[in-house]
């Protein structure tokens, strides 16, 4: 097959609704070994697929990360609780990047500060494999919620960030295609209300969070509430962070000094 040319490209890009696609186009150009992959990679983008997952990797907070087929893409959005992650860390502490998917909080955590303790934990296999690579096979676990995660870091954790799935179930139809046809539904399924995992989240919190130590949980603006209330449920005193430009919702509770 011969090599389409990035005229062509950015022309079947558009022509498949495609907004940036002379964006994608140098992306994709740039991603590909040969004109046959590159050809290949068209008609997989054109397919419906997300371009992270087509050139396998993705920009979060400057780092590039790598993204396999089928796995929770990260958000710009989420790059807020990066940095909220960030500003309450410091040198030498121990955090820990709950339902982390292919590891993107927890790469910018190690990123960004001296000396830090980072564990991560996913259920999903294929963006633990991703995280094993982001972050260090040492320090990413699979396994549901804390359950994997080193029994000494119970009281230990400074930092606790959380991306859990949070779109109701009865909403995922109403995704972007990329999204709901392209990654697993464990990612983003976040039960009735779209409150389930982070009920769970915040209900353990407390035994592993270090004195003074802050949960924070992306959520949205409508279901920020909910999730202001779990936190309040576990003792936490909270505070709801919002950033338009990204359109991201961050819940941070802190867990009191002296108990």
Not at 11 to 18: E, I, N
Not at 40 to 53: D, H, I, K, N
Not at 80 to 96: N, S, T, Y
Not at 227 to 232: I, Q, S
């Amino acid at each position: 097959m011969t090599s389409p040319s990035l005229v062509a490209v950015v022309d079947r890009l558009r022509a498949a609704g495609c907004v940036f696609a002379e964006d994608e186009a140098k992306l994709l150009a740039g991603a590909a070994s040969s004109p046959a992959e590159l050809a290949a990679m068209v008609e997989r983008r054109v397919a419906g697929l997300p371009l992270e997952q087509v050139v396998g990797w993705a920009e979060f907070c400057g780092l590039r990360l790598v993204v396999e087929p089928g796995v929770f893409v990260p958000r710009r959005r989420t790059e807020f609780l990066a940095e909220q992650a960030i500003a309450l860390a410091r040198p030498g502490a121990v955090a820990v990047d709950l339902c982390c998917g292919v590891g993107a909080v927890a790469a910018a955590l190690v990123d960004a500060v001296e000396r830090m303790e980072v564990y991560a934990a996913d259920l999903d296999p294929a963006a633990v494999r991703c995280a094993r690579r982001n972050v260090g096979a040492d320090w990413v676990f699979e396994g549901d919620l804390y359950d994997p995660l080193p029994g000494e870091l119970q009281g230990r954790v400074d930092v606790l960030a959380v991306n859990a799935p949070y779109v109701p179930t009865d909403e995922i139809r109403l995704m972007p295609p990329e999204a709901r046809d392209h990654e697993h539904h464990v990612a983003l399924d976040g039960g009735p209300d779209g409150l389930d995992v982070q009920r769970r989240v915040a209900a353990a919190a407390p035994r592993w969070l270090a004195p003074g130590g802050h949960l924070l949980i992306e959520t949205s603006e409508r279901q920020a509430p909910l999730t202001v209330a779990a936190f309040e449920r576990s003792g936490l005193t909270t505070q709801v962070l919002h950033f338009e430009d990204l359109g991201a919702t961050v819940a941070v509770g802190t867990l009191p000094a002296h108990r």
